[in-house]
Each structure stands twice: as structure tokens, then as C-alpha cells.
């Protein structure tokens, strides 16, 4: 089996270099972004199979970024992860959101603090989500 | 007229005008009667003297004479002495009579001619104490409608008998009369209707006095309405009225006085004293001009923030104005304003307090965020670290280990901060070298996580020392070079820099930062405070901390930005608290 490639983007150097180093652990090949248009930039190099993006950046953030993704031919199937510390507290509507920017929805959520093994499970979970059915993972 | 105190009055002065008339004719009437019966006297005396030396004449010369007659040609006998002043008592007693007669037809007389002068008298007497509506009937009545034939049957003197036409407003007579009265009286002098009714000298003066009287009634009636609309404008004031009398004895009391202070008017109006209800040292505020531009002239004060004192005792937050009040240089009371603001006040710390609230509320979503944060980067360098030994790759240990070591210092300085700005404390004000705060503070922070910024300070050479205190002013700065810091974007080649100097009687502390700077929209929420541009890396405490230390120190935080060219955060201390003479 080939080696599987992530994108992995926060504003947070430190938190970029944990999940990364999760990741790589567990075999990923990983290239790393602090902010949505460099990671947008990594994306469009070349695809990977899973993204991890962080909710909240200054600037573009994960959702503006998820919402470009989505809309482009050729990352719309891209599995994708939100990591994110304030989804309760923000109460995002991704139905709604998904709704606005006529996009699908996040395959998946990662909540901060991060817990390696959960979020090993949920990437795992998407990839064979969406290997298996052929379509992504509603979390 | 001089006054005279010793000097009586004549009785004649006291005399009635109609007694005065009658005491002239009686005089008049003595005179001429002492006159006839004078000339009558001695016109008798003459002809009975010359009648009895005519008789005497024709007697002999021996001829025996009565005794007492000396003798023919002799003057003036007694006899004839005696017969004259007999003539005069007889003549003198028929006189009285028909002077008596003369007398009671003179009083009539007199009397009917004085009537309309005493019944005039009456009327001023009558309008000097206050009755405006005497009863004046003098010349003929008219009735305009009749003289006139006049069909205007809506006009308000029209079958009216109880005032005359001339007293109306608004009469749609011809000629072209101003409208009301008193004005249009001298249109009416020349119409017929007035024509008619005007008599002698007597009936003109009662019409004067009839004009007046309506003319003061007018005045009286406008005064009377705008003395009303005054009361009413007091008494259904928003404010509470106040207002004294030159001996300072309360004369003007309000309802919203009275509900402010809790006491009835009645127990207040003519009794107590203004000082009774406002605090001590007022007084001297009445006596100075008004600082307001527009009432230099007006002695007082306004707006001020102050008390009041109620009869119980509680004191009463109010804003109260005050103005002195003169009449011709002369000072006649005082007039207090004031509004209760109590309830303005409770709201006012009622919405300090929810702010306070929905700040903390921000401040410890901020925090928790800040900590989850933290704890990811304790976590990732936990991981990293045991996935480096595990693999035996020692750059990868290391990576972890400078992971936890800057989030050490993450926490370290959130704690910080959470002190700082939760501790209420005196600062502790002391002599410093700005060069070397700034040094030993740069020294501290050192490159903040970012090596690849350049922060490096200036200090104006000739900087004297500045009284700060160390610790919060220390914490102040650095939180400013972190944030300057953080604000410059990874790929950028940062630069801060911490500038001191003296401005005029400030000492001015400016950080600034060649990042991303910010819009208008953000530097006024970053002015509001707990406001933080690293979204949900930062907590806003930071700036918090540094508008609490610059407040602490009498200061003002002042912050220019422009988007893409940075952001200088100007920190700047009041020379009394800031320089040393």
C-alpha cells in the first residue's frame, strides 16, 4: 500500500508540529501550513488524501478556506477534517454553512485538546469512509 | 413738598371740596351782608342827621330843646346814633332769611356739582385697592346696533348693554379700526356711536378712567395668564425647582422637589432656608460667574454633580445648576435646578456590571481557549518527545522539548497577566531609568517565540528618570512587544521597536511594529478592551492588562494603525507622575 499524503493547517506552529508528528507516527506523509492560502497553495500542488484544517485563523479561515476547496473541481473530494477547540461554543451550523456556500459538509471533526488516538480514528474514518463507499463520512 | 413733622395741617385742607365751596359762599354771603347793612348804617346815619338839622332849622332859637340836644346844626345827636344801628339789627334780622334760603340753594347746588367729582373719587378709591370693575355710569348709553343700523348680528357688541363697543375686540366695524383694544380707541373717538355718548368735561374724564381701568385689566389679565403658565411650567417641571428669596427663605418648591426631597411645600414655602437641603460650600459657587461662555454674565453654576439632603437624612445624588438672581445690581434669591439621577446612576453601574460580566464571560472563553492551546502544545511536545526516543531521533526530542518549554512560557505569562489584572492594588510608584526598564524588560521577553523579528529599543539620550511602578509597568510593555510581535505575519521580515522619550512635560513610551496592522473598525474594538486579533489564539487579557497599568498610572493608551504598514501603541504617563524636577 503507497504512503498516504496529508495537508495540515493551523496558524499554530505548535499544534501543526503535534498533529504532524501523530500523523507521521502512524505513517503519513505530511506537509504543514500556518495559514489558509499557503495551505491552499500546498492542496493545489498536489492533491492529498486527507486535509486538516483548524477552524479559527487570522486572516482566511478554515471554513473560508473549506468553502473554496469544496466549490474546485478537483479538491471537492478531498477527505476533509476540521480541527477545532470551539465548536460547542460557537455553535456552527454546517448544514447551514453548507447551505450558504452551496458546498458538502466536513467529513469529520477533531475537537482540541487533541487526542492522538481520536484523531487518528476520525482520518482513518474518513479515508475509509470514503475508500469503501466511494463517497466521504458524515461525522 | 417738604415734609414738616411739627407742622399741623390747616383745617381748611381737611375740608370736603363741596364744604369748602359752601364755607367760600357763606363768606362771601357775611361780607356782602356786612357791606349793605355798613352802607345802610351810615347811609341812615346821613339822612336822619341831615333830616333832623333841617327840622331843628325851623324851631326858634330859643325854642326848648329835649334834653341831650345841645342845639340846632349840632352833630350827630344820640338819637339819631341809636335809630341808624335800630335800622341796621332790623334790616341785619329780615337779611337772614333769604341768606339762609341763599344758603340751602347754594349746598344743592354745590352738592349736585360735586357728585360726579366724589363719585369718581370713589372709583379711583375703589381701583387703587385693587377693583378694576367699579361702577362708572357716566354719559349717554348707546347702542351702537341702533345708531349704526347695523346688521352684524354675530358681532359680540351687538344687544350687548353691558359694555360698550369700543371696550370689544374684534367688532367688524367700518373705517378700518386696529382690531383690539386699547389700540383701536382713536379710531372710535371719531365714530358717531362714541360721538354720541361723549358729554361734558366729567363724562370724558370717567371714560379716561373707564379706559384705564379695561387698559389695566388687560395688563393684569395677560399678567395673571403668564404668571400661570410660569406656575405650571415649575410645577410640571422634570426638574425640581428651588427658589429663594434675598434672605434665602425657600419661596419656590416644586412637585418634583418635593418628591426628591420628601417634604411637602407647605412645610418648606416661607419657612426653611435653601442651605437646609444643599450640601455645605455652595454659596461660594453662587457668587462666581458661570464658566459657560454663553452666561458669563449670570452667577452660579451648572451641571454639577452633587447631593441633596432629605429631612431623614439621606443624602440624594442629583445634577444641580444654580443661578443668583439680581434685580438693578441688587440681589433678590436664588433658583436651584436639579434632576434626581439616582435611577440614571443604578443604570449606569447596572450596564458596568453586565459589561463587566460579558467581558469576564469573553475573558474566560478567551482564557479557556488559550489554555486548550497551551495544553496542545504541552500534549504535542509531549508526544513529539516520546515518538523522538522512541525512534531514538534526538532533533525530534528536542523539538518536543522547545514545544513544552514555550508553552511553559505561554502559561507563565497568562498567569501573569490574570494576576495583574485581577489584583487591586496601590501601584507602587518609584524612580526608574526608562533605558534600562526598557532593557531589563526586552531581556525578559527575549525574541518571544520569533527569532526572526528584530525588536530593539531607542531611548531619547537625554531621558531624566520617570516615577512608574516597576513590576505593572514592566508587565505593561512586554505585553505590548508580544503583541507588536505577534502581529508581524511568519513570512515577513518583523521589526519592533521600543521608543522612549519626553514629551513636553510626558514621558511617551511607543512600541511599534512594521506587521499587519489593523483597520479603524478594530483599533476601536481593541481600544473597547478584550478584544484580540489572534482570533482564537488570543485572549484579549494582555490588553486589558496594559490599559489597567497606563490607567493605574494616570496615563492614556494611544493606538495608530494602518493596515498592511503596522501599528505604534503609545503608552504616555502625565509628567506629575511621569518626571522628576
Known sequence: MSQLHAVVIDDEPDLTAFISSILETDGFAVRTANDASAGEELILEQAPDVILIDLMMPGRSGVHLFARLSKNEATKDIPLVMVTGIKDQMGVDWGEVAGQFKVRQPDGYVEKPIDPDRLMSVVRGVLSGKRNKGEVLRS | ?581
Open chain 2, 1 to 581: 413738598m417738604k415734609f414738616n413733622p411739627g407742622r399741623t395741617v390747616p383745617v381748611y385742607h381737611k375740608l370736603l371740596l363741596e364744604n369748602k365751596i359752601m364755607l367760600l359762599i357763606t363768606v362771601l354771603l357775611l361780607v356782602l351782608g356786612a357791606g349793605l347793612l355798613t352802607a345802610q348804617y351810615w347811609v341812615t346815619r346821613d339822612v336822619a342827621g341831615r333830616l333832623a338839622d333841617d327840622m331843628l332849622s325851623l324851631l326858634p332859637a330859643d325854642a326848648l330843646l329835649p334834653e341831650g340836644v345841645r342845639s340846632p346844626g349840632e352833630s350827630l345827636p344820640a338819637t339819631i346814633e341809636q335809630l341808624s344801628m335800630r335800622m341796621v339789627w332790623m334790616v341785619g334780622g329780615l337779611m337772614i332769611v333769604p341768606v339762609v334760603l341763599v344758603l340751602l340753594a347754594a349746598r344743592l347746588a354745590v352738592r349736585r356739582a360735586v357728585q360726579p367729582l366724589k363719585e369718581l373719587t370713589r372709583v379711583a378709591d375703589e381701583i387703587s385697592t385693587g377693583n378694576l370693575d367699579p361702577q362708572l355710569n357716566f354719559g349717554v348709553r348707546v347702542n351702537c346696533w341702533e345708531l349704526k343700523n347695523c346688521q352684524h348680528t354675530d358681532c359680540r357688541a351687538y344687544l350687548n348693554i353691558s359694555e360698550q363697543c369700543w371696550y370689544m375686540d374684534d367688532t367688524p366695524c367700518e373705517g378700518g379700526y386696529e382690531p383690539r383694544f386699547p389700540q383701536k380707541l382713536e379710531g372710535c373717538r371719531t365714530c358717531e356711536v362714541y360721538q354720541a355718548h361723549r358729554g361734558d368735561e366729567i363724562v370724558q374724564l370717567a371714560d379716561a378712567f373707564k379706559h384705564m381701568t379695561n387698559v389695566l385689566k388687560r395688563s393684569r389679565e395677560d399678567q395673571v395668564k403668564a404668571a400661570d403658565l410660569q406656575q405650571r411650567l415649575i410645577r410640571n417641571s422634570f426638574d425640581a425647582v428651588v427658589a429663594t428669596d434675598a434672605n434665602d427663605i425657600i419661596t419656590i418648591f416644586n412637585r418634583v422637589a418635593e418628591q426628591t426631597l420628601g417634604i411637602s411645600r407647605d412645610e418648606v414655602i416661607g419657612i426653611r432656608d435653601w442651605r437646609d437641603f444643599f450640601r455645605d460650600g455652595l454659596e461660594r459657587s453662587m457668587d462666581r460667574p458661570l464658566t459657560h461662555e454663553k452666561f458669563r454674565r449670570v452667577r452660579g453654576f451648572r451641571q454639577l454633580e452633587s447631593q441633596v439632603r432629605r429631612p431623614d437624612g439621606k443624602l440624594v445624588d442629583v445634577i444641580l445648576s444654580g443661578i443668583s438672581l439680581f434685580e438693578g445690581g441688587i440681589h433678590v434669591g436664588k433658583v436651584f435646578f436639579f434632576q434626581d439621577v439616582r435611577e440614571v446612576k443604578q443604570l449606569r453601574e447596572d450596564l458596568i456590571r453586565s459589561e463587566r460580566l460579558a467581558a469576564t464571560g469573553q475573558a474566560a472563553a478567551g482564557i479557556s481557549h488559550s489554555i486548550k492551546n497551551i495544553l496542545d502544545g504541552f500534549m504535542g511536545g509531549a508526544y513529539i518527545f516520546k515518538a523522538g526516543r522512541g525512534m531514538g531521533d534526538e532533533a525530534k526530542m528536542d523539538q518536543g522539548w522547545e514545544m513544552i518549554e514555550r508553552n511553559m512560557a505561554i502559561i507563565s505569562n497568562l498567569v501573569k497577566d490574570l494576576l495583574n489584572f485581577s489584583k487591586e492594588r496601590e501601584p507602587k510608584i518609584e524612580a526608574h531609568d526608562p533605558a534600562e526598564l526598557i532593557s531589563e524588560t526586552l531581556s525578559v521577553l527575549g525574541h518571544c517565540g520569533r527569532p526572526d523579528v528584530v525588536i530593539r529599543s531607542d531611548v531619547e539620550a537625554s531621558a531624566g528618570p520617570v516615577l512608574l511602578d516597576q513590576h505593572a509597568f514592566q508587565q505593561c510593555l512586554a505585553n505590548m512587544v508580544r503583541n507588536a510581535v505577534e502581529a508581524i505575519p511568519a513570512d515577513h521580515e518583523g521589526l519592533v521597536t521600543v521608543h522612549y522619550h519626553a514629551d513636553g512635560d510626558k514621558a511617551v513610551f511607543s512600541i511599534s511594529d512594521n506587521g499587519a496592522g489593523m483597520s479603524g473598525e478594530i483599533i476601536e474594538k481593541v481600544r473597547s478592551g478584550m478584544f484580540s486579533t489572534k482570533g482564537s489564539k488570543g485572549t484579549g487579557l494582555g490588553l486589558l492588562v496594559i490599559q489597567k497599568v497606563i490607567a493605574e498610572h494616570k496615563g492614556s493608551l494611544e493606538i495608530e494603525s494602518k493596515e498592511g504598514e503596522g501599528t505604534v501603541f503609545r503608552a504616555v504617563i502625565p509628567a506629575a507622575v511621569a518626571r522628576i524636577a
